[in-house]
């Protein structure tokens, strides 16, 4: 497999990372769209949120979302923050790994693009 995402969870990469456990990876983006700008990945290579079985549903999201709150707590962003999945090439997906962004330390503008 090819997925860049996946070479940096099975540790093929380097990468700058800021929260592991089990199910979970997340590390600092490499072109940063804010002070704060994290990727956060399940191990487990889904290709895009519209592909997640219920189980991976089950199992992967409340990990994920507990993973960006505890994130967000270490980061201090106290003020508020962004989280945002991008879905297949019209959404924005650049890369066919599922990931959510977590953005903070400034204030977000809408609409995002």
């Known amino acids: 497999m090819d ?12 990468t700058q990372v ?3 456990n089990d ?3 997340a590390f600092e983006d ?3 769209q804010a002070p704060t700008h994290i990727l956060v990945i ?6 895009n949120i519209q592909e997640m079985k219920l189980e991976d549903q089950q199992l992967l999201l409340p990990e994920i979302f ?3 709150q505890q994130i967000a707590d270490d980061k201090e962003l106290e003020k508020g923050y962004r989280v945002v ?7 924005g997906q650049t890369v066919n790994h599922l990931h959510f ?7 977000m503008q809408w609409p995002p693009g």
């Open 3 to 14: 997925c860049i995402f996946c070479k940096i969870a099975n540790k093929e990469l380097d």
């Open 18 to 20: 800021v929260f592991e």
């Open 23 to 25: 199910q979970v990876l």
């Open 30 to 32: 490499v072109n940063p």
């Open 42 to 47: 399940p191990k487990k290579h889904i290709p």
């Open 66 to 68: 507990q993973a960006i």
């Open 85 to 91: 999945n991008n879905c297949k090439d019209s959404g």
């Open 101 to 107: 962004h977590l953005l903070g330390g400034r204030v």
